[in-house]
């Protein structure tokens, strides 16, 4: 087992006595040595076992009610008005109620009627809206709190705002001396700079000495300003797929109506206009051969056409008016068709005949046709006349729906609109049922379409012989082919406009299809719209919910081929005969268009001359509220004459025949197909059917079917359901006692009624689906009818509870599955839901009374109070005859009928009880399934007890009777027993169950004695506790378990069930108490801890007793994050994601605003800081970086190394890395190696929970009562107190501000998954999950229980769900989550700090308080280091001086580290844009140097802290503001000016000293980043910045690493070796301080060999630091093995630059320090790398195979320069570099910088008039310089790599004549040469040194020769003596001596200046040195060719001797020459005859 679990363990037990530690270790079923917390013994009873919990009614008697103050006391008990009875008035769609007045209603229609009408009745729980099951927490309850935060301002964020001076590099701030200026120098123009600068404002009492105390108060009333309320509405809502508790009251039941389409009919226009035209709209569905809408008439004719038909019209009522009609539409499908049908009157002529003018005839030809036209109109008008009450079928089209909506486009609409949740139950409703069976190609929807006009132009002609319904989809079907046979058809062209577009929500002027006016109706007059009444194609499941009665006829076909006699032109005539006689046919059919509303008949249309016609008419009737059993549809037809004949009547009738409505009491519909008698029917026939032979009639065919008609009821009085029917029957019968009754066939009396009424119950499960959803309210009231009033049948009781109870599971399993599709998320059905929650009442309220007596009618006001009610209803509750044998009928005895009635009445909830705990398995098996329902029946029943019986004011304990709660009890006990059993079987059915349970108890929290209820839970806990022990995946429950106690928390009177104002009672157990094994730990208080205390932060017995609640809810949290827990990733999100619920439950609820309040609220919670304190080092680590999870746990930790890592503080690394920067200059490393892995027992937290848990922590920190909090931190042993200030830690990080840009980017995928998918990803790398729970997890993920449907929180169905994860959010969106972030951050940041002061009071007092403060002050660190928002830093800064004020030793005796963070954070702060933020931190810096300097007269630490800050701030920083800074730095001398205190001492100065100091760094650093692209600029300035720093002695060294990185890059390696030598030089220097080790080198002077420039590192000495003084180079090179280091890396850099030697000197230091630490193994490197080295040397010998360098003099002239203006450098290029690149290079650099056409480079090398440049140019001088040495320097440099390091003088010359050509003939040529000296030696740590002296001396002609002869004599003799001999080289330079060159070769220089001895005497001494030249010369040409002959082969012999005839020629010229002698050199020397050349041997001056 890992070490560091051991010792984590061992850690966890260290408080506990070793006896019991035993035990508990023995007692632990796993065996693992874990201390597991589940049985952790301090806390007296294992978390595992529920503890009893007080009496909750017991206390609340004990305790008087005022105990509490004000605002308290309505948490001690739930409030008087919790429960109401609320009367709902029923909606109502239309104006009038639409109920039949007719008299005498029979029982069935007038219990519809009732149920119709009545109000609904709602037990309403008052507060129960504040719960977040009712009102969640949701992404848009938060944005609407979230509305009016203040933005906060962030550095992050303003960098973009304010920019910093335009052109920094024209500002003359910028540009201040030249670089080679050390910062001293500088000081002119830096104190100029400052002292012009503005300060920020400085902060007023900064400066006055103030007792500490009232700092805090006065920081901490600042702190309380402003703060937002409520911490969670800033953090994102709690995850909805977690939200078990969530409800939402059901929707009351409404009326069905699918997608609503509206379509007006516009105009309708023929070519011709002769005749009224009449339309009939409906749907069609092709593919279920279904009309699916009634008829929808419309009369588009003009006024002059509609006066035609005035004979026969009557005046047309309103509503036949419409023009404009409403479908409506369940089944959406590309298979519906609008088909128009069109009639004309009927007229002689068959329906071609007709049509042919229509076809014929065009509009254009109206005055051709005016003869013809004028005599159809008269025919027309003739025909009207005569036969205007008939009609005739004329044509018809069709529209094709899909194509109108699919053309029309889906407007764009986007359906994932914001915040699209699972649509709400009426969504749901309205879409229900076809979901369920909809397939894939039904996605057609016709609710978003864009509005269409359509023109219908061509209409088909309707065929006599095909009018039928059939022959129509026949015709539909073939419309949607490409080659339609209608196509061919010649059409009847017309106009027919008609606009189709979606309904509106509430459409005006609109008329039900009862006629009735649908609100609002806001004009009588107005023309209406009707609604067309749906008939589905497929069943709708939905509850009936108002009076609808109608009754469709549809005549299909009549035959009378067999008729004798003329009988051609047939209509039938329908009527509704309430009895016989003529008379008495009923005014119900509907009128069709402009006529009366109702009418007695009406006709079908006429098909001209057919004996067997097909009709497509539809009738619609009204039936009447009571049909009985005379009622009856009478049919006429007759034979319609359309001539006028003498003596033919108009019409004759044919024949009759009828259908009787009622059979057996039911209503009849469907198809029949009827015998026609041609006779009238006799008296009394309507009784009978016209099947029947009736004595003495003729019937047309032999009594044969002739004529086929169709009934179609859509009733909701009728259900038409043979069971439904008897079952109504039977109950009416038994309602009304009217016996003898004749069901059927067989006659009922007393005797049989009962088993029928048995028999029926048990049918019912057989009634088919439709109707018993529409009936389910009826069906379900009769039921629980039956239950509590049980009939009375013969005197007798009959009880039938058993059998009503089973009927009820049925019918509502029936129910349930019929609307499977509409359920909710929990498995319920919305519409028992909402017959529950609306509709159901008990019975006993309005007992109807045998006799018919009126019922008592209830006034809202007497249900809630008055006594204005029938005594007789008490008589019921006081004797509740339910015995456990529930069929028993009880024996009356002598008690009359009305009596034994209320006798025999039970109470609803308690029959339910009983019945379920006894019934059998079948029938429980169906309870179960929809165990919610029969939950919250009880529970309605028992509010409606209470409410309706007065019973609120009872004491809880006495409300109900015992028995009922045994019954109770046994029922949650087995129903918990269900979920456990079945939770492997039936993962879903369990959920479902277990939440019922849930709720369910919930529920009865606000109606009975809370203890009991209590007890209750803990019952089922302890059932779940034992399977857990045996259960194969108990994951599986402890989520159940989880989602239990999530419900109960949910209960809105949460806080108060948590008896929160109660004081905590002492442990009941004698289990030693926490205080016995803590107070010896206990870290600050001498006196043992106080217990109460602390059971109040732990999760003890007492703690759990009394709250429990939320004892049970954090105890599942505990157990969640307990290390071995099972499937912990699942869990913890749950566990956490409950208590965030609650916690945003409580910020959002009105009651608890108060603090005090909310403090009392967050005591409830406060175990949860111990807890996430536990379980710190499985939290995500959102402040990354190795052993951080308890970096400050560790370091207050004496006994314990740290949880899984052995190192314990912050590790200076992860501060730079946190503050945004490399490593720390000067840190030392992090030791802790241990991987973090190890700690983490246990499955680590994803980084969402770990937030979510953090946040929870927060709040409670926030709310909880800070006095308290710091009575806890006291008790806390220090490893415990380490571990919060971890978790503190944490926490800043976790909240830390992510900036806008962050949002931006994040946008593309959001971020909570991803962070989720990587906390996978680590886990799966690091293996912290077994394979096995990998597995378990992963099938979880899928869904929570293995692989199911429709799982609530289906992960793959969620996954992205739309709130959070919509990908491209709005500018707004990201602008909005930023401010919530940045409030998040502050606030966060805030509670942190408050909780911080509170832990420092609390520490004031201890001894380990140096430890516990300097973790404080890491915390504090940390978020100043961290981006935090301006409000934030000014209390953080405040909090930080105050600190520091008060404990000064924290920062200047213990380590450097806090000191060196510390001013690191505040500079950095003093660079920021916000000046609110400066003004703080330059405070805090102030008054830091000034408390350093109270201590000891000077401030060298914080001095020396805030120069390396600064440096690696400046280096690091990408947008640094260095102009802010400076102006900190400016309010800083301020303060040190203004401070009265210290005006006597040298602090002023030092001050003044310190700031000219940093802004020298500054201004410097600032030229760094101009200088970027300029390396050798940069170079340089690096380089200054080092020497900046030789004070600091680490900050010299990091910037002379950095340098060396630079030139690497650069490909420097030279350049980077002397950087690594000097910081080696320097390391050298301090070990030398500290010790005299004979191996290490004496310092700089031990490396002189390498380089001669690295004395300057010897400027670390003595003056400047004392070794041991105030933690200076405490970095890690400082020490022998990092000097070993930087010698190896030097060593390395060198063989790279290929300079061997130098590596040789290398190794000679670092040898011995190898040899004296006996490293063998480095050293055999060491002499490898030698070996190597040397090898190189030898095989390199001439030195051409390594070029070392190119020198360049640079000189600079030029305003434009700034600081390089006039300077002159000499250059050090790659090896071989022309000066054509150079000059390019810098070129198109200063080109770039500048401009074009500003830079300019003067080709020549001679000086420069500065006059005479243009000053807008910027001029450039190159020259190639060679290495210079002085001949006595050549006796030293030998090889060729002498004579290439080491260089400090530089030759070039400029040849020049005195007429200022550069070049001229040889008297004439003249040569200046220049001598340039460097400040430091090439190779330096820089490319290019400042020339410090020039020296030029000018030559004369002759002198000019003389070396030219020296240099070409060099050449030959090197080539000559070469090793190994070169023959080209060597051929190459004599063919340049002794070929016959024309122009200045060696003989014209001979002829020019030795022909003749000159005049001047000073000149003799030349001309003989040139006459020697001239002699070397030819020796040296003969010793060449005597080599050349040597080498060359044959092949060369003949160029050999060309060479050497040229050489004689040569020779033979020379000759006369240089035998001439000079007179005077034979004279004795003159005194001043050498001056000419005293200069000669440029030898160095002196400068």
Same mark, same amino acid.
């Given at each position: 087992m890992a070490v560091a679990e051991r010792r984590a363990?061992?850690?966890?037990?260290?408080?506990?006595?070793?006896? =019991?530690?035993?035990?508990? @270790?023995?007692?632990?079923?796993?065996?693992?040595?874990?201390?597991?917390?589940?049985?952790?013994?301090?806390?007296?009873?294992?978390?595992?076992?529920?503890?009893?919990?007080l009496d909750f009614e017991d206390v609340l008697l004990s305790r008087p009610p005022d105990a509490e103050p004000g605002p308290l006391r309505d948490l001690v008990e739930f409030p008087a008005d919790d429960l109401e009875l609320l009367l709902q008035p029923r909606e109502c769609r239309t104006t009038e109620p639409g109920i039949p007045e007719d008299g005498k209603l029979d029982a069935q229609v007038r219990a519809a009627l009732e149920m119709y009408t009545e109000d609904w009745i709602i037990a309403h729980r008052r507060y129960q809206h504040l719960s977040a099951a009712y009102s969640p927490i949701t992404l848009e309850t938060q944005r609407e709190r979230q509305k009016g935060l203040t933005r906060q301002v962030f550095e992050q964020d303003a960098s973009g705002d304010e920019r910093s001076s335009p052109d920094d590099s024209d500002d003359p701030r910028h540009s201040s001396g030249s670089p080679d200026d050390t910062p001293r120098s500088s000081g002119a123009s830096g104190i100029f700079d400052l002292r012009n600068l503005a300060a920020d404002s400085l902060l007023p009492s900064l400066l006055e000495r103030v007792a500490p105390e009232d700092v805090d108060r006065r920081n901490e009333a600042l702190r309380r300003q402003h703060r937002s309320r409520a911490l969670l509405t800033l953090y994102p809502a709690p995850d909805e797929d977690e939200a078990v508790e969530r409800c939402s009251r059901p929707e009351p039941p409404r009326e069905h109506f699918g997608q609503r389409i509206l379509v007006k009919c516009l105009s309708l226009k023929f070519e011709i206009e002769i005749e009224p035209i009449f339309g009939i709209l409906a749907l069609y569905d092709v593919r279920e051969k279904k009309k699916i809408s009634e008829n929808f008439y419309f009369d588009l004719n003009s006024d002059s056409m509609k006066g035609l038909l005035r004979a026969h019209g009557t005046h047309p009522a309103i509503s036949t008016l419409a023009r404009s009609a409403i479908f409506s539409v369940t089944y959406p499908s590309p298979d519906i068709f609008l088909v128009i049908k069109l009639e004309k009157v009927l007229q002689q002529g068959d329906i071609s005949e007709c049509c042919e003018p229509y076809m014929v005839m065009k509009e254009v030809d109206t005055a051709k046709n005016k003869e013809k036209l004028e005599k159809l109109r008269l025919a027309a008008e003739h025909f009207c006349t005569r036969l205007g009450r008939y009609r005739m079928p004329f044509a018809w089209t069709a529209v094709h729906l899909a194509n109108i909506v699919s053309s029309a486009g889906q407007s764009d609409r986007d359906s994932d609109s914001e915040g699209e949740r699972r649509p709400t139950w009426t969504d749901r409703r309205r879409r229900g049922p076809q979901d369920r069976t909809s397939s894939g190609d039904d996605a &057609?929807?016709?609710?978003?379409?864009?509005?269409?006009?359509?023109?219908?132009?061509?209409?088909?002609?309707?065929? /006599?012989?095909?009018?039928?319904?059939? !022959?129509?989809?026949?015709?539909?079907?073939?419309?949607?082919?490409?080659?339609?046979?209608?196509?061919?058809?010649?059409? @009847?062209?017309?106009?027919?406009?008609?606009?189709?577009?979606?309904?509106?929500?509430?459409?005006?002027? &609109?008329?039900?299809?009862?006629?009735?006016?649908?609100?609002?109706?806001?004009?009588?007059?107005?023309?209406?719209?009707? #609604?067309?009444?749906?008939?589905?194609?497929?069943?709708?499941?939905?509850?009936?919910?108002?009076?609808?009665?109608?009754?469709?006829?549809?005549?299909?076909?009549?035959?009378?081929?067999?008729?004798?006699?003329?009988?051609r032109n047939l209509t039938v005539r329908v009527q509704y005969m309430a009895g016989e006689d003529p008379s008495q046919a009923l005014p119900v059919i509907f009128g069709k268009s402009s006529c009366s509303e109702f009418t007695r008949e009406a006709f079908t249309p006429v098909v001209y001359h057919n004996k067997s016609p097909e009709f497509y008419e539809e009738f619609k009737l009204r039936l009447p509220a009571c049909v009985t059993e005379n009622h009856h549809l009478l049919f006429t037809f007759y034979h319609v004459s359309c001539q006028p004949r003498p003596g033919t009547a108009l019409e004759t009738p044919v024949g009759f025949t009828w259908i009787p409505l009622l059979q057996h009491g039911r209503l009849r519909t469907g198809p029949f197909c009827l015998p026609v008698s041609v006779d009238q029917p006799p008296p009394s026939y309507s009784v009978l059917t016209p099947d029947v032979a009736l004595p003495g009639m003729r019937w047309v065919d032999g009594h044969k079917g002739v004529f086929s008609v169709e009934l179609t009821a859509v009733s909701s009085v009728h259900p038409q359901d043979p069971y439904l029917d008897k079952f109504f029957t039977l109950v009416h019968v038994l309602e009304e006692g009217a016996f003898p009754f004749r069901l059927k066939d067989a006659v009922l009396s007393e005797s049989t009624v009962e088993q029928e009424l048995r028999a029926s119950l048990v049918a019912l499960r057989l009634a088919s689906p439709e109707p018993l959803v529409a009936f389910s309210h009826h069906v379900l009231d009769k039921l629980v009818r039956l239950v509590v009033r049980p009939p009375i049948i013969g005197g007798q009781i009959v009880n039938l509870g058993r059998v009503a109870f089973e009927a009820m599971a049925h019918v509502v399993s029936l129910v349930h599955r019929s609307l499977e599709a509409a359920q909710d998320a929990r498995g319920h059905c919305p519409l028992l839901a909402a017959y529950v929650y609306y509709a159901f009442r008990l019975p006993g309220t309005e007992p109807s009374l045998p006799g018919g007596a009126p019922p008592v009618t209830l006034q809202p006001a007497t249900l809630a109070h008055g006594p204005g009610r029938p005594a007789s209803l008490?008589?019921?509750?006081?004797?509740?005859?339910?015995?456990?044998?529930?069929?028993?009928?009880?024996?009356?005895?002598?008690?009359?009928?009305?009596?034994?009635?209320?006798?025999?009445?039970?109470?609803?909830?308690?029959?339910?009880?009983?019945q379920w705990v006894v019934s059998g398995s079948a029938v429980r098996e169906a309870v179960l399934q929809h165990a919610w329902f029969f939950f919250q029946l009880m529970v309605k029943s028992m509010a409606l007890h209470l409410l309706l019986g007065q019973k609120l004011d009872t004491p809880r304990k006495l409300r109900f009777p015992g028995r009922f709660l045994d019954d109770i009890g046994a029922l949650v006990g087995s129903v918990g027993l269900e979920v456990i059993t079945r939770v492997h079987k039936d993962v879903e059915l369990a959920e479902h169950l277990n939440a019922s349970l849930a709720f369910f108890l919930s529920d009865l929290l606000s109606l009975v004695d809370r203890g009991f209820v209590f007890s209750l839970v803990? /019952?089922?806990?302890?059932?779940?506790?034992?399977?857990?022990?045996?259960?194969?995946?108990?994951?599986?429950?402890?989520?159940?378990?989880?989602?239990?106690?999530?419900?109960?928390?949910?209960?809105?009177?949460?806080?108060?069930?948590?008896?929160?104002?109660?004081?905590?009672?002492?442990?009941?157990?004698?289990?030693?108490s926490v205080s016995s094994t803590t107070s010896q730990s206990s870290t600050f208080s001498s006196q043992a801890p106080d217990p109460k205390v602390i059971s109040m932060f732990e999760l003890s017995g007492s703690f759990r007793q009394q709250h429990f609640l939320a004892g049970l809810l954090l105890t599942e949290l505990a157990l969640a994050l307990e290390p071995e827990a099972e499937g912990a990733s699942l869990l913890h999100k749950k566990a956490i994601s409950a208590v965030h619920s609650l916690l945003c439950g409580h910020d959002a609820d009105p009651r608890y605003a108060e603090a005090t309040v909310k403090a009392r609220v967050a005591e409830l919670y406060l175990p949860l800081l111990s807890l996430a304190r536990d379980t710190l080092p499985r939290l995500h680590d959102f402040a990354e970086g190795p052993g951080q999870r308890s970096r400050l746990a560790s370091m207050l930790d004496s006994d314990t190394e740290g949880?899984?890592?052995?190192?314990?503080?912050?590790?200076?690394?992860?501060?730079?890395?946190?503050?945004?920067?490399?490593?720390?200059?000067?840190?030392? /490393?992090?030791?802790?190696?241990?991987?973090?892995?190890?700690?983490?027992?246990? &499955?680590?937290?994803?980084?969402?929970?770990?937030?979510?848990?953090?946040?929870?922590?927060?709040?409670?920190?926030?709310?909880?009562?800070?006095?308290?909090?710091?009575r806890w931190a006291a008790d806390l042993a220090l490893p415990q107190l380490g571990r919060l200030l971890d978790l503190l830690y944490l926490c800043l990080a976790a909240f830390e501000y992510k900036g806008k840009k962050a949002f931006e980017r994040i946008n593309s995928l959001t971020f909570k998954k991803s962070l989720d998918m990587k906390a996978r990803l680590e886990e799966a790398i690091l293996g912290t999950i077994g394979a096995r729970q990998e597995m378990v997890r992963r099938s979880r993920e899928r869904s929570p229980f293995g692989n199911q449907e429709n799982v609530r929180w289906r992960k793959s169905v969620t996954h992205w769900r739309q709130t959070s994860?919509?990908?491209?959010?709005?500018?707004?969106?990201?602008e909005h989550e930023a401010l919530v972030d940045g409030n998040l951050a502050t606030e966060a940041s805030l509670v942190v700090l408050d909780t911080l002061e509170i832990i420092v009071q609390t520490v004031m007092l201890s001894e380990a308080r140096e430890s516990i403060l300097g973790a404080v002050l890491k915390v504090v660190l940390y978020s100043l280091g961290s981006a935090q928002s301006a409000l934030f830093l000014q209390h953080g800064l405040a909090t930080q001086r105050a600190l520091v004020s008060k404990f000064p030793e924290l920062l200047f005796e213990e380590d450097t580290e806090l000191c060196a963070d510390l001013c690191l954070r505040l500079l950095r702060h003093c660079g920021s844009r916000i000046s609110a933020i400066r003004t703080h931190a330059s405070a805090s810096l102030y008054l830091l140097m000034r408390q350093n300097f109270e201590i000891g007269n000077n401030f060298a630490r914080v001095k020396m802290q805030v120069t390396m800050s600064l440096s690696s701030l400046v280096g690091t920083t990408q947008n640094f503001s260095e102009e802010h800074l400076r102006r900190s730095l400016k309010t800083i001398l301020t303060y040190a000016e203004e401070d009265v205190g210290l005006r006597d001492s040298t602090f002023a100065?030092?001050?003044?000293?310190?700031?000219?100091?940093?802004?020298?760094?500054?201004?410097?650093?600032?030229?760094?980043?101009?200088?970027? #692209?300029?390396?050798?600029?940069?170079? !340089?300035?690096?380089?200054?910045?080092?020497?900046?720093?030789?004070?600091?002695?680490?900050?010299?060294?990091t910037w002379l690493q950095n340098m060396a990185g630079k030139h690497a890059e650069l490909g420097n390696h030279a350049e980077a070796a002397q950087c690594m030598v000097h910081a080696a030089a320097l390391v050298a220097e301090y070990l030398a301080l500290l010790e005299d080790s004979r191996h290490l080198p004496v310092g700089c002077v031990s490396f002189?060999?390498?380089?001669?420039?690295?004395? #300057?590192?010897?400027?670390?000495?003595?003056?400047?630091?004392?070794? !041991? #003084? =105030?933690?200076?180079?405490?970095?890690?090179?400082?020490? =022998?093995?990092?000097?070993?280091?930087?010698?190896?890396?030097?060593?390395?850099?060198?063989?790279?630059?290929?300079l061997y030697e130098a590596v040789n000197e290398v190794y000679k230091t670092l040898i011995p320090i190898l040899e004296a630490h006996r490293d063998y193994k480095k050293l055999a490197a060491v002499h490898g790398k030698l070996q190597e080295a040397f090898t190189k040397i030898m095989h390199q010998s001439s030195g051409w195979e390594r070029v070392f360098g190119t020198y360049f003099r640079v000189g600079f002239y030029g305003a434009r320069f700034g600081d390089l203006d006039e300077q002159e450098f000499v250059y050090k290029e790659p090896s071989i570099t022309k000066l054509a690149e150079i000059s390019h290079r810098l070129e198109e650099f200063y080109t770039e910088r500048f401009g074009e056409d500003v830079v300019q480079i003067i080709k020549d090398s001679n000086p420069v008039d500065k006059t005479k440049l243009d000053p807008q140019k910027a001029y450039i001088q190159i020259t190639y310089v060679e290495p210079h040495f002085d001949t006595y320097e050549l006796k030293d440099r030998v090889t060729y790599f002498d004579r290439n390091y080491g260089l400090r003088t530089f030759l070039f010359c400029t040849p020049f004549t005195p007429d200022g050509r550069a070049h001229g003939e040889l008297p004439e040529q003249h040569k200046r040469k220049t001598l340039l000296s460097t400040d430091h030696a090439f190779p330096y740590i820089k490319t290019r040194i400042r020339v410090c002296h020039r020296e030029e001396t000018v030559l004369t002609p002759v002198e000019v020769a003389i070396e030219d002869m020296q240099k070409k004599t060099r050449e030959l003799a090197f080539a000559t003596e070469q090793d190994p001999p070169d023959a080209k080289m060597l051929q190459m330079v004599l063919q340049g001596s002794v070929g016959p060159t024309v122009n200045q070769g060696p003989l014209e220089v001979a002829q020019v200046f030795l022909a003749e001895i000159p005049q001047d005497p000073k000149l003799f001494r030349h001309h003989n040195k040139l006459r020697l030249c001239f002699k070397d010369f030819c020796k040296k040409c003969e010793d060449a060719l005597r080599k050349n002959k040597a080498l060359i082969g044959p092949d060369q012999k003949e160029y050999h001797r060309e060479l050497e005839r040229n050489y004689s020629r040569l020779r033979e010229a020379l000759q006369p020459l240089l035998t001439q002698r000079l007179p005077q050199l034979l004279a004795p020397n003159t005194a001043g005859f050498r001056n000419s050349l005293n200069r000669a041997s440029f030898r160095k001056a002196d400068l």
């Open positions: 363990f061992a850690h966890k037990i260290n408080r506990t006595v070793a006896a =019991e530690v035993r035990k508990q @270790v023995s007692r632990e079923r796993s065996g693992s040595p874990h201390s597991s917390r589940r049985c952790s013994s301090s806390l007296g009873v294992p978390l595992t076992e529920v503890i009893e919990p &057609c929807s016709f609710s978003g379409f864009r509005p269409a006009t359509l023109t219908v132009t061509n209409f088909f002609k309707q065929e /006599a012989e095909r009018l039928s319904d059939e !022959d129509l989809f026949k015709f539909l079907a073939d419309m949607r082919r490409p080659t339609s046979l209608l196509r061919r058809l010649r059409p @009847v062209t017309a106009q027919l406009k008609i606009d189709i577009s979606p309904a509106p929500e509430n459409p005006h002027f &609109c008329l039900s299809p009862e006629l009735l006016h649908v609100k609002p109706y806001p004009d009588p007059r107005g023309r209406p719209t009707k #609604e067309i009444l749906e008939f589905p194609a497929r069943e709708v499941y939905a509850p009936h919910t108002s009076y609808r009665n109608l009754l469709y006829v549809y005549p299909h076909s009549l035959n009378f081929s067999s008729r004798q006699g003329s009988v008490y008589l019921a509750r006081s004797k509740s005859i339910s015995s456990s044998n529930p069929d028993l009928a009880v024996a009356p005895g002598s008690v009359d009928d009305e009596v034994s009635r209320i006798l025999a009445s039970k109470l609803l909830h308690e029959e339910l009880a009983l803990r /019952a089922h806990y302890k059932q779940v506790a034992t399977r857990l022990q045996s259960a194969p995946n108990p994951a599986v429950l402890l989520t159940l378990r989880m989602d239990f106690t999530r419900i109960l928390c949910g209960h809105e009177h949460y806080v108060t069930l948590n008896l929160p104002c109660c004081p905590l009672s002492p442990p009941a157990s004698p289990s030693p949880e899984g890592d052995m190192g314990g503080t912050i590790n200076p690394s992860v501060a730079m890395a946190i503050a945004g920067g490399p490593l720390a200059p000067g840190s030392r /490393a992090s030791i802790s190696q241990g991987p973090a892995t190890a700690a983490r027992s246990g &499955c680590a937290l994803s980084a969402e929970s770990s937030r979510t848990l953090l946040v929870c922590v927060l709040w409670v920190l926030k709310n909880a009562e800070p006095a308290l909090l710091q994860d919509r990908v491209d959010k709005t500018k707004d969106e990201m100065e030092q001050v003044q000293d310190l700031m000219f100091n940093l802004h020298m760094i500054l201004t410097d650093t600032v030229k760094m980043k101009e200088h970027q #692209e300029d390396p050798e600029m940069l170079i !340089d300035l690096m380089y200054r910045i080092a020497r900046g720093y030789q004070g600091s002695p680490d900050l010299r060294l002189q060999n390498i380089s001669s420039n690295v004395l #300057e590192e010897s400027a670390i000495s003595d003056d400047i630091l004392s070794p !041991d #003084e =105030e933690g200076f180079c405490s970095g890690k090179h400082f020490t =022998e093995l990092g000097l070993v280091g930087l010698l190896e890396q030097a060593a390395a850099y060198f063989t790279m630059g290929g």
